[in-house]
C-alpha cells in the first residue's frame, strides 16, 4: 500500500528558528515521485518542490532545503531562519509512476512567532 | 494566467440539497482531480479524470458524481447533500506524465447543515 505519514501535526518556533519538518512515505515502486506543498491561512495549495525516486540529491533554494534518503523513505524539509510569512500547513505527497493519483500526507502546521 | 478556476468559493446546503461544484483549467492539462480536505485528515481523492471522456473512483466516492465536460472543465455533483460533506473541496488538474504535480484550483469551501 501507498501511504505518506507527517507524524508533527503541529510545530511552533520562533522567528529565525531553523525548522524541519518530517515526511515518511511507503511503496513498493521504483518509480515514484515526491511533493511538497504549502497552504497559508489564504488557503490555496502552492508547489514547494518535486523530486523522483532516482535523484538522491538535496536541494536548496533560498531558506528552503530538502532531503530526500531512499534508506529510510523520508523526504524532510528544513526552512532555514524562519519568518513569520512562513506560517502555514506544509503538505507532503507521493505520486507513483503507475498512477495518476497524488497522496497526501496528513500535514503539519507551523506556526512561526515574531 | 488563471490556473485552475473553481466556483463557486462559498456554498452553504441544506441536507438532501443538490450542487454542482464547477472547475476550469486553461493550462491544456489532460488529467483533473477532485479532492476534499478536512481537518487532520490532509486531502483525499473523490474522482478523477485522467483524460477527456474517462472517470475514475478515487479513495472516497460515494455521494458524488463527477462528469468531465471537456477537456477544460469537470464538474463534481452532489446529489443529496449531508452534513458529512462539509468540506473543502479542491479541483486540480496536471500533465500526463506521472512526474508532474498538480496545480490546484482555489477551493471551494462547502457546509451542509
Known amino acids: 500500500a501507498q501511504k505518506v505519514t507527517q507524524a508533527q501535526t503541529e510545530i511552533s518556533v520562533v522567528e529565525k528558528e531553523d525548522v524541519t519538518l518530517d515526511c515518511v512515505y511507503e511503496?513498493?515502486?521504483?518509480?515514484?515521485?515526491l511533493f511538497w506543498y504549502k497552504q497559508p491561512p489564504s488557503g490555496e495549495l502552492v508547489f514547494l518542490i518535486r523530486?523522483?525516486?532516482?535523484?538522491?540529491q538535496n536541494e536548496i533554494s533560498g531558506r528552503y532545503s530538502w532531503n530526500f534518503q531512499k534508506s529510510t523513505s523520508s523526504f524532510n524539509f528544513t526552512i532555514t531562519a524562519s519568518q513569520v510569512v512562513d506560517s502555514a500547513v506544509y503538505f507532503c505527497a507521493l505520486r507513483m509512476d503507475s498512477s495518476y493519483k497524488l497522496i497526501f500526507g496528513s500535514g503539519t502546521r507551523l506556526l512561526v512567532r515574531p | 494566467n488563471a490556473g485552475v478556476t473553481q466556483t463557486p468559493k462559498f456554498q452553504v446546503l441544506k441536507t438532501g440539497q443538490s450542487m454542482t461544484l464547477q472547475c476550469a483549467q486553461d493550462m491544456n492539462h489532460n488529467s483533473m482531480y477532485w479532492y476534499r480536505q478536512d481537518p487532520g485528515m490532509g486531502l483525499r481523492l473523490i474522482y478523477y479524470s485522467a483524460s477527456e471522456g474517462t472517470t475514475d473512483k478515487g479513495e472516497v466516492p460515494n455521494g458524488y458524481n463527477v462528469s468531465r465536460l471537456n477537456k477544460r472543465e469537470f464538474s463534481l455533483r452532489l446529489e443529496s447533500a449531508a452534513p458529512s460533506q462539509t468540506s473543502v473541496y479542491f479541483c486540480?488538474?496536471?500533465?500526463?506524465?506521472?512526474?508532474?504535480?498538480?496545480?490546484f484550483g482555489s477551493g471551494t469551501r462547502l457546509t451542509v447543515v
Open positions: 523530486r523522483n525516486s532516482f535523484d538522491e
Open positions: 486540480a488538474s496536471s500533465e500526463k506524465t506521472h512526474r508532474s504535480g498538480y496545480t
Open positions: 511503496t513498493r515502486d521504483t518509480t515514484y515521485y
